[in-house]
């Protein structure tokens, strides 16, 4: 009688660890996020990558980062578009870089549903708006099994490309569910 007791306490104890397990949310650190890691590293090859002298610099210049769009439809973007601009705009922060914030700022083409766009030939414009030396500027192409990304960082004043860098990103089925519109 008394074995069985134990072992219904013990029993008792499990479930309970059990239940308590399964109730636990799972946190990721940055870096072991996929999507974070893919963002993060790309704006560090972005800066790396500049070409002659780094225009863009910790501590230096203001950079504009607008959503990501759709190469299929320049005028277009998704969740998938939206974070990956957060992200970036998350890492330029960390290693220095000024960042405007576009959500504050009232006189830019926001698209509801689809974020701040910034389409080539305005870039000088809202720039000088913004009071922002360059724009980080994407598109991504869902392929399918892959999602292709193209980013590029543009100086405002002559919408000179100082940096660019490419990924692809597997289609997961987070990705998936980001780049449902």
Do not use: H, W
Request: glycine share 6%; proline share 2%.
């Amino acid at each position: 009688m008394r074995m069985s007791k134990a072992i219904s306490l013990i029993l008792a104890f499990l479930a309970i660890l059990a239940a308590s397990g399964c109730a636990t949310k799972t946190v990721y650190a940055e870096r072991e996020s996929v999507f974070i890691s893919a963002a993060y590293d790309a704006v560090d090859a972005l800066i790396k990558g500049q070409t002659k002298t780094p225009f863009i610099a910790p501590g230096g210049k203001r950079v504009l980062v607008p959503t990501v769009v759709d190469l299929g439809n320049l005028e277009r973007s998704s969740a998938f578009g939206r974070l990956l601009a957060e992200q970036m705009a998350s890492r330029l922060t960390q290693i220095g870089v000024s960042v405007s914030e576009l959500k504050l700022r009232g006189n830019l083409f926001v698209n509801p549903g689809q974020g701040e766009l910034i389409l080539s030939r305005e870039i000088r414009e809202i720039s000088s708006n913004q009071n922002a030396d360059a724009v980080l500027v994407g598109t991504y192409t869902d392929a399918g099994d892959a999602v292709y990304v193209t980013l590029k960082l543009v100086r405002a004043t002559d919408s000179t490309v100082s940096s660019a860098y490419n990924f692809a990103m597997v289609k997961s089925q987070t990705v998936a569910s980001l780049l449902q519109r």
